[in-house]
């Protein structure tokens, strides 16, 4: 009896913990970047373009930072607002501004109810050469993923 205890609430610890996780944006659109990066080598394409629900309600900011220090002109040149950028300086690493020392993706939603997510979960799959930024309101993203002559990188958000 107690074993079965055991296994159920294991069972549903589980379930809480994956939910979890797949519910956070920035780690399911680095998963469809994960599924991208399958997809260009099954079909042997030098690109691949893929849509991602992020599920996400209202407006909301994708970026997709770069491995290099960005000053906040040359975000604001990016077209981010200062709220955009504040998130993204909180989210890495806020005592000490100037230390960016690896690229991430970030989804900031633009609704304060929501909380803003950051993952590096991609890079086992393909890096970011440039800084990618989009605010919309749907819930589907695309991007664009090519097979570079070093790495595969993410190219492009629509």
């Not at 920035?26 to 990066?37: F, K, M, S």
């Not at 629900?53 to 960005?70: C, F, H, R, T, W």
């Not at 929501?114 to 393909?126: C, D, I, N, V």
Request: proline share 6%; with cysteine; hydrophobic share 40%.
């Amino acid at each position: 009896m107690v074993n079965k205890s055991i296994k159920k609430i294991t069972i549903i610890i589980s379930v809480v913990i994956l939910s979890a996780c797949t519910s956070d944006p920035a780690v399911r659109l680095a998963n469809c970047v994960e599924d991208a990066t399958k997809k260009l080598k099954n079909e042997s394409e030098e690109r691949v373009k893929n849509t991602c629900d992020l599920s996400q309600e209202g407006k909301y900011a994708v970026v997709m930072y770069p491995n290099i220090i960005l000053s906040d002109d040359e975000l604001r040149n990016a077209g981010m607002d200062a709220a955009t950028i504040a998130t993204i300086r909180s989210l890495r690493f806020p005592h000490i501004p100037d230390i960016e020392p690896f690229e991430s993706i970030y989804v900031i939603p633009k609704n304060k109810n929501s909380l803003p997510s950051r993952t590096t979960y991609y890079k086992r799959f393909a890096t970011i050469p440039k800084l990618l930024y989009l605010e919309k309101e749907m819930k589907n993203i695309s991007f664009t993923i090519y097979d570079a002559p070093t790495a595969i990188e993410i190219t492009n958000i629509e």
